[in-house]
Nanobody, 125 residues
Framework: VQLVESGGGSVQAGRSLRLSCKVS????????LGWFRQAPGQEGEGVAT???????SYIDPVKDRFTISKDNAKNTLYLQMNNLKLEDTAMFYC?????????????????????WGQGTQVTVS
């Protein structure tokens, strides 16, 4: 199993970035998938999730700015981030929730038994 993120970078506030997460070892239709971020000195948080039926869920601070999606043919997960803010600065990780308990929502990404990518840095200035 491998999840490889890309697309991070340094951007000015108000600009956009699209993160990608290329998955191998399982299909993106198999699990609840999502994006998790960790800012220095802060508790990490799930940002957005998408389930096997393409139902999505977001935390309030990113609603109407971020869009999670997946391409089944490319076996890739995406996070389109628009109107980036200073507080979006963090390391972003993609994850698959292996043992989902309940609904596929951002809090699900705090589960212990997840598949994780190595992370991609997003810096907003």
């Amino acid at each position: 199993v491998q999840l490889v993120e890309s697309g991070g970078g340094s951007v000015q506030a108000g600009r956009s970035l699209r993160l990608s997460c290329k998955v191998s070892g399982f299909t993106v239709t198999s699990y609840c998938l999502g994006w998790f971020r960790q800012a220095p000195g802060q508790e990490g948080e799930g940002v957005a999730t998408i389930d096997s039926d393409d139902a999505t869920s977001y935390i309030d601070p990113v609603k109407d700015r971020f869009t999670i999606s997946k391409d089944n043919a490319k076996n890739t997960l995406y996070l389109q981030m628009n109107n980036l803010k200073l507080e979006d600065t963090a390391m972003f990780y993609c994850a698959a929730v292996v043992d989902l308990l309940g609904d596929c929502v951002p809090d699900s990404l705090k589960a212990d038994n997840n598949y994780w990518g190595q992370g991609t840095q997003v810096t907003v200035s």
